[in-house]
């Protein structure tokens, strides 16, 4: 059984800095491209970064030289290192992974459980 599971949130002032991490585990062929989504209070899902197999990146917008994506492939982890943090910042941040299980699947979408940002003085 596939699981994400994410660490490293918390609280934060304004234009500090946090880094996430969401280590895959389980039974695992491959792991595809790896996301970062998050959600505030009364508002939808929003993709902040995604990285590649071959570690081609994409940001939001509004995230663009201030949060970095990174995945170690070694240990089926991947980051997300936040700086300049802003109040707007504050969501719940989910890990989300396109991964194989085994050769004979295709490759589905898994979530992690969440971890709160909050970027309060």
């Known amino acids: 059984?596939?699981?994400l599971v994410e660490s490293g949130g918390g609280l934060v002032q304004p234009g500090g800095s946090l880094r996430l991490s969401c280590a895959v585990s389980g039974s695992i062929r491959s792991i595809y491209v790896m996301s970062w989504y998050r959600q505030a209070p009364g508002?939808?899902?929003?993709?902040?970064?995604?990285?590649t197999i071959s570690d081609s990146?994409?940001?939001?917008?509004s995230v663009k030289g201030r949060f970095t994506i990174s995945r170690d492939n070694t240990k089926n982890t991947v980051f997300l290192q936040m700086s300049s943090l802003k109040p707007e910042d504050t969501a719940v941040y989910y890990c989300n992974g396109m991964i194989r299980v085994n050769i004979l699947s295709r490759p589905e979408t898994y979530w992690g459980q969440g971890t709160?940002?909050?970027?309060s003085s």
């Open 116 to 119: 709160q940002v909050t970027v």
């Open 43 to 51: 508002k939808q899902r929003e993709l902040v970064a995604s990285i």
């Open 1 to 3: 059984q596939v699981q």
């Open 57 to 61: 990146t994409n940001y939001q917008d």
